[in-house]
């Protein structure tokens, strides 16, 4: 659906349902969809909630290299999210860099069995570990930075209307 419109024709949604959190800390903030037009439709909004996963996502990631200094080449995902192919590919552009998609989508108890099965002595170390990872995909960016920089201003633009909406 959000690939059957070429954008979100202004619309933006903020999922701040219990305030924002990082970067923001803002508990004051609240969630909200802005830029509603008589000719919005499902597709817009279905977009904009899934472009403002891939913004949260580029503004922990921007925060995370400036703190620690350390440069960041490519993403590992998984969960659910990521067998929506619009959502890694604005991923990838908002980020800057590739985003990779393992073969096995749901790695949280995966990982918890692999480190269970290093505990029993299975695994000689984190490297055997980690050589069981397997790419299904990986999304390059395909924007340009002057692109994304114009998407990332606008979406904090956004973000500071829904700040501090009802303190207490």
Known sequence: MAKSVPDTDGVYFVPAFTGLAAPYWDQYAKGMIIG???????A???RATLEAIAFQVGEN??????DSGLPVKFMRVDGGAVVNKFLMQFQANILDIPVDVPDIHETTALGVAYLAALGIDDFDNLDEISRKWKLSRRYEWNITQD???QLMHQWKRVVARSSKW???
Do not use: F, N
Not at 36 to 42: A, D, E, M, S
Not at 61 to 66: E, N, T
């Open 44 to 46: 817009h909004i279905v």
């Open 166 to 168: 009802i303190e207490t």
């Open 147 to 149: 692109h994304r920089q």
């Open 61 to 66: 990631l921007d925060v995370m290299r400036k």
């Open 36 to 42: 509603i037009k008589g000719r919005t439709t499902k």
